[in-house]
């Protein structure tokens, strides 16, 4: 019976510190000029830690360029 109990404690100790911290995102934290016609665009997750003392710091963070285009305007006459 106290192997069962030892068990029982283990996986309640495990299930409490799997439970610890929460990550959301990413989102967009940063827009920048690349270039002429580029922009680089940050993006980081956030972490939100429950473990001993409440703490929310930033998480893994990456970067794309993508390119931008001017988009002539339309020559057709507009409909009434």
């Not at 409440?54 to 998480?59: E, F, M, V």
């Not at 970067?63 to 988009?71: D, L």
Request: proline share 5%; charged share 15%.
């Amino acid at each position: 019976m106290a192997n069962s109990s030892r068990s029982v404690a283990a996986l309640a100790v495990l299930a409490l510190l799997s439970g610890c911290t929460t990550t959301a995102g990413p989102f967009v934290t940063n827009i920048s000029g690349a270039g002429p016609g580029m922009l680089r665009i940050d993006k980081c997750e956030v972490e939100f830690t429950t473990w001993g003392y409440q703490h929310i710091s930033t998480g893994e963070c990456t970067s794309e360029t993508v390119s931008i285009e001017r988009v002539a305007p339309s020559t057709a006459p507009r409909e009434k």
